[in-house]
């Protein structure tokens, strides 16, 4: 039995759209499909005017954890002339054998990239910042594709993936002139280019869920390599580690932990750096606040389903967060401890129908400025 579910959402926020949607929802998780369909209209600050839309489509078979399949198409642009386009596709089986697979190709023009210089103690400017001296035009054209698979030679432990990953990418930036730091500091990459890379990697995952983690552990370890060669026209590599963990304080009450690494090594472009200051950490900086050689992040969460509806069909939470790192640059001090940012930030959650689709929305604060973001899905 298929049951259609409406649901209007609006955020009246600086940077984040107003959305409606619409779900085709199966009776039992076990087999079927969900549609969504997201029409986006909005004005921020940042970008003025725009409007787009979302398409998602999860195919879910039975015996097959967390989906069978899960494709993505998002299309949005701006009065300001940001615009960006995304496909992507992800598959838990292939050939009849557990080969999980992702492919995603990405276009984005962004006339509004952010660039305040590289390292921890980068200056920043409010007016200037209102005023856009920190902007650069960056146009992108991405594709990657990667393919998991279990390793028999870690058979006695619950869920250890091996990793293959393969990415080929063009860039194109632009400076604004005048005093701008793009046009004064000249980054490695300022002319952008193409890299194409392969990478390696390994996951071990005994979360009890992909999408709302109650309990359990994710770690992941892994490599990128760009080689000064063929077309490329940089050559570098990137090394990260990230442990996730999720612990049940009291009744419904999780405190979810993140531990993040990167190091990156070579020529490498300014725009394929260790970044910090974003959805993904340092929640509450501006964009892409601090580029770095390296960076360590830790983040922490406390969440929370404070009401339910319907038998738990409808589920409203919260959540405050802590983060804190840093990242280091010639300039900067070698010394680990020195020199960490900190943001705190609240935020809300809501699940609709089915736990594999989670609204979220929070607001970070930093000794600079504050940031509103809104997506799907909980920030780790």
């Given at each position: 039995?298929?049951?259609?579910?409406?649901?209007?959402?609006?955020?009246?926020i600086i940077g984040v759209p107003g959305s409606?949607?619409?779900?085709?929802?199966p009776e039992e998780k076990s087999e079927g499909t969900m549609q969504s369909v997201y029409p986006i209209v909005g004005f921020s600050s940042d970008i003025g005017w725009f409007g787009g839309g979302i398409y998602q489509r999860i195919n879910y078979d039975?015996?097959?954890?967390?989906?069978?399949?899960?494709?993505?198409?998002?299309?949005?642009?701006?009065?300001?002339?940001?615009?960006?386009?995304?496909?992507?596709?992800?598959?838990?089986?292939?050939?009849?054998?557990?080969?999980?697979?992702?492919?995603s190709i990405e276009i984005d023009r962004d006339?509004?990239?952010?660039?305040?210089?590289?390292?921890?103690?980068?200056?920043?400017?409010?007016?200037?910042?209102?005023?856009?001296?920190?902007?650069?035009?960056?146009?992108?054209?991405?594709?990657?594709?990667?393919?998991r698979s279990p390793l028999s030679i870690f058979s006695n432990v619950n869920r250890v993936d091996?990793?293959?990953?393969?990415?080929?990418?063009?860039?194109?930036?632009?400076?604004?002139?005048?005093?701008?730091?793009?046009?004064?500091?000249?980054?490695?990459?300022?002319?952008?280019?193409?890299?194409?890379?392969?990478g390696l990697g390994l996951v071990y995952d005994?979360?009890?869920?992909?999408?709302?983690?109650?309990?359990?552990?994710?770690?992941?370890?892994?490599?990128?390599?760009?080689?000064s060669a063929a077309i490329n026209d940089y050559g570098f590599s990137k090394y990260y580690a990230e442990l996730k963990s999720y612990t049940k304080l009291i009744e419904d009450v999780i405190f979810a932990q993140k531990l993040s690494a990167t190091y990156s090594y070579g020529?490498?472009?300014?725009?394929?750096?260790?970044?910090?200051?974003?959805?993904?950490?340092?929640r509450g900086f501006a964009m892409n606040r601090y580029l770095g050689?390296?960076?360590?992040?830790?983040?922490?969460?406390?969440?929370?389903?404070?009401?339910?509806?319907?038998?738990d069909e409808i589920k409203i939470g919260g959540h405050a967060f802590y983060d804190t790192g840093r990242v280091f640059s010639d300039t900067d001090t070698p010394r680990f401890l020195e020199s960490w940012k900190r943001t705190i930030g609240v935020g809300g959650a809501m699940s609709a129908f089915t736990s594999d689709l989670i609204f979220r929305g929070e607001i970070g604060f930093s000794e600079e400025t504050y940031r509103i973001y809104a997506g799907v899905g909980f920030a780790f």
């Open positions: 039995m298929i049951r259609l579910v409406v649901l209007a959402v609006v955020f009246v409606v949607y619409a779900q085709v929802l039975d015996g097959v954890d967390p989906f069978l399949s899960n494709t993505i198409a998002d299309l949005t642009g701006s009065t300001n002339g940001k615009w960006s386009a995304m496909f992507e596709y992800e598959r838990i089986r292939m050939l009849n054998r557990p080969l999980r697979t992702k492919s006339p509004i990239y952010n660039f305040f210089g590289i390292g921890n103690n980068s200056e920043f400017s409010g007016s200037g910042f209102d005023e856009g001296i920190y902007y650069l035009m960056q146009k992108q054209v991405a594709g990657t594709f990667e393919i091996g990793i293959v990953r393969l990415a080929l990418s063009y860039t194109e930036n632009e400076d604004n002139g005048g005093d701008t730091p793009f046009f004064t500091d000249q980054p490695m990459g300022s002319d952008g280019g193409i890299i194409a890379s392969a005994r979360r009890n869920s992909e999408f709302d983690p109650r309990s359990g552990i994710r770690a992941e370890i892994g490599a990128d390599f760009t080689p020529s490498t472009p300014f725009y394929e750096l260790p970044a910090l200051g974003n959805k993904n950490g340092l050689d390296h960076s360590v992040l830790y983040m922490a969460e406390v969440r929370s389903w404070i009401f339910r509806f319907f038998h």
